[in-house]
């Protein structure tokens, strides 16, 4: 029965394929090789209670979750009502529900399983030889949460307090606005705005606290970063303070290379409804984050392997 229903299944998201002109999402699953991240995730030890599933179908989901900002119970819903999700997915014979991806998710954080996704992810983009320019741009975005509220002022405050306020969240202020939750931090390659690294603190966290460059890196930076020391060889960041004519200048010069470094967290805000998080402590945003992360390299991978055929995005 099961093999008939997905048969049913493949038959109509064919007619609807061929409507559409081609499926963003069947084509970005024909961009990697799946089956090289198959050892790199840990299998279910224990023997009790459900099966697990299959690794790479959990992997998929996660990359979902990443493409259109959803929670895990939207998720396990979306999945069972979209054909073009069961199709992504190879036309599972069951759906995972969603303390199943919650659970995976937890999973992954533990040991190095994160790193070695993250690494056999660059590995694979590296071999498709995108064009590059020279350097690397840092840069930080917000990733706000809610912040909660307190039953009672007398009540106790921190970890031990009777809140929904987000665990590790931190406040902060720029500008005049204030922001509560985590910030995201990447490196990104000049040229193909491909995410290289990828870091997560709390909000209240200086962007120079974090350097992501390598020591041959040639890095760009806003003026956020002024005065803060670099791993890097060439360190390209903006100043701050008055300025002479020539150091005007060359912020200018540098404004427009590290321009690019905002693609990315653009598109994650503006085509996957990201910047915002329900999770509550940093090694979970760090996790869904690296997936929204891997979400949006898949999807620019699209963008540059088309257009290099000169094919329309």
């Known amino acids: 029965m099961s093999n008939l229903i997905n048969f049913a299944l493949r038959e109509e998201f064919s007619k609807i394929?061929?409507?559409?002109?081609?499926?963003?999402?069947?084509?970005m699953k024909k961009l990697i090789d799946w089956s090289k991240f198959l050892s790199?995730?840990?299998?279910k030890e224990s023997t009790r209670g459900r099966p697990p599933y299959e690794r790479i179908l959990m992997l998929r989901l996660l990359l979902i979750q990443?493409?259109?900002?959803?929670?895990?119970?939207?998720?396990?819903?979306?999945?069972?009502?979209?054909i073009s999700f069961r199709s992504f997915l190879d036309f599972p014979k069951s759906i995972p529900d969603y303390s199943t991806i919650w659970r995976f998710r937890e999973e992954l954080a533990e040991g190095d399983t994160l790193d070695y996704i993250w690494n056999e992810l660059k590995r694979q983009i590296s071999?498709?030889?995108?064009?590059?320019?020279?350097?690397?741009?840092?840069?930080?975005?917000?990733?706000v949460a809610d912040h909660g509220k307190q039953k009672s002022?007398?009540?106790p405050r921190g970890r031990e307090a009777k809140t929904s306020r987000s665990k590790d969240g931190t406040w902060t202020k720029k500008g005049s606005k204030s922001y509560f939750g985590f910030k995201l931090?990447?490196?990104?390659?000049?040229?193909?705005?491909?995410?290289?690294?990828v870091a997560v603190t709390t909000a209240k966290t200086h962007d120079g606290a974090i350097d992501l460059a390598k020591p041959d890196d040639i890095i760009y930076r806003d003026r956020g970063y002024t005065g803060i020391n670099t791993k890097a060889k060439g360190d390209g960041t903006m100043k701050r303070g008055k300025l002479d004519i020539r150091q005007e200048m060359r912020n200018k010069r540098i404004a427009r290379k590290r321009?690019?470094?905002e693609h990315p967290m653009a598109t994650i805000v503006r085509c996957f409804n990201g910047g915002f998080t329900r999770l509550t402590t940093t090694y979970r945003v760090f996790t869904q984050q690296i997936f929204v992360c891997f979400a949006y390299n898949l999807h620019r991978l699209r963008f540059l392997l088309n257009g290099r055929s000169g094919s329309a995005i």
């Not at 394929?17 to 084509?27: C, V, Y």
């Not at 790199?40 to 299998?43: D, F, Q, R």
């Not at 071999?127 to 917000?142: C, L, R, T, Y």
């Not at 931090?185 to 690294?197: A, F, L, M, Q, Y």
């Open 153 to 155: 002022r007398t009540e």
């Open 259 to 261: 321009a690019e470094g």
């Open 40 to 43: 790199l995730i840990p299998e």
């Open 185 to 197: 931090h990447t490196k990104v390659r000049k040229g193909s705005k491909i995410i290289e690294e």
């Open 66 to 82: 990443g493409w259109y900002g959803i929670s895990d119970e939207e998720l396990e819903f979306q999945v069972n009502d979209r």
């Open 17 to 27: 394929e061929e409507l559409s002109k081609g499926s963003k999402l069947e084509e």
């Open 127 to 143: 071999e498709k030889n995108i064009e590059v320019k020279k350097g690397h741009i840092q840069d930080a975005s917000f990733v």
